[in-house]
């Protein structure tokens, strides 16, 4: 199982589209810059939401208008992120599963998907101008740690 | 003294030097300026979605203004902060450098849309908060805002790919 992913790895990151991005002198760039653009609308959307819900930010605006308001944008700043990282990725497997920060990014993306899509729903019941409590101010520092700890993890792969 | 050679003084001062020769400040710094995006650019560009009554359309655009500019504040002033470090380390190459250049550029288009914006518009949000229109001036600054910004990113990143 494993050999077949590797050596299906290795067929897609010889395959002529992706070496000739990988090694354009263009390719990386436009790839990179994509993947920033994308992260900075998903992650401006996030910070909107999670001001809000601790009541610093936007509080004339209920929580489930907001998250509609949010929704469209951030899903496609996420696809672009997404998308972007996916090809950068078969664009050098061996690269990425050697490095650790980029392993620990993976871990905490899925937390913090997890976080974003369980946990947040369930207080979309929050209405305009209600004072947040406890509970809401420890799921927008959680929901905001593990956000930026992605990137930080993502930055780091360069460095590490 | 000339720019590069400014440029090139910069490089060599004790603050500059320091960065560069230490193993997690440049990583840092460069960290922290790629990670202030979202709260500088990014909910600049939350606004300008606003202007062009792309998202956020049901509510008061001076009262989204004032939220959303308090924030950014914080993310520019890091922003600018953590950018001048990075410039000072590597300003002889930045110099030179054709994307460097046109982000600068990009900049100061933004100001001077920001300032425009500010004069024009932002004295009058109150009433079209209470027609609902926004004009097509102030859509015009939003877009420009927008699109210029995605290319200040687009320059960011691709400069450090000829250093």
Redesign the interface.
């Known amino acids: 199982m494993m050999l077949a992913l590797a050596s299906f790895l290795d067929w897609v990151a010889k395959s002529r589209w992706l070496v000739y991005i990988r090694d354009s002198?263009f390719g990386?760039?436009a790839l990179?810059?994509v993947h920033?653009?994308g992260?900075?609308?998903?992650?401006?959307?996030?910070?909107?939401l999670n001001?809000r819900l601790v009541g610093?930010?936007?509080?004339?605006?209920s929580i489930p208008?907001l998250v509609r308001?949010?929704k469209?944008?951030s899903v496609g700043a996420l696809t672009m992120v997404v998308a972007s990282g996916i090809i950068m990725f078969l664009g050098n497997p061996e690269k990425y599963l050697a490095s650790y920060p980029f392993l620990f990014k993976m871990t905490v993306l899925v937390f913090a998907i997890l976080s974003q899509f369980g946990v947040l729903r369930r207080l979309s019941t929050m209405e305009a101008g209600a004072t947040p409590g406890r509970r809401e101010i420890f799921v927008a520092g959680l929901s905001l740690t593990l956000w930026?700890t992605v990137?930080?993890a993502g930055?780091?792969i360069a460095?590490v | 003294m000339s720019l590069l050679g400014w440029c090139q003084w910069l490089e060599h001062t004790p603050l500059a030097t320091a960065i560069s020769e230490s193993d997690w400040l440049f990583p840092l710094i460069e960290g922290t300026h790629i990670m202030a995006l979202p709260l500088s650019v990014g909910l600049i560009v939350m606004f300008d979605l606003r202007l062009l009554g792309l998202a956020f359309r049901s509510g008061s655009t001076a009262k989204m203004m004032g939220d959303v500019v308090r924030w950014s504040k914080l993310g520019f002033s890091v922003m600018f902060t953590t950018g001048g470090l990075l410039f000072m380390t590597q300003a002889g190459k930045a110099y030179a450098n054709g994307f460097f250049r046109a982000k600068l550029i990009f900049l100061l288009m933004l100001g001077i849309n920001a300032v425009v914006y500010h004069a024009i518009f932002y004295p009058r949000m109150a009433e079209w908060d209470a027609t609902g229109r926004t004009p097509l001036g102030a859509r015009v600054c939003g877009a420009l805002s927008l699109v210029v910004w995605i290319g200040v990113i687009i320059c960011g990143r691709t400069m450090a790919y000829q250093f």
């Open positions: 002198s990386m760039p990179q810059s920033l653009v992260l900075t609308i998903l992650l401006a959307a996030i910070l909107v001001l610093l930010s936007m509080v004339d605006w208008s308001q949010l469209p944008w930026f990137g930080w930055r780091a460095f």
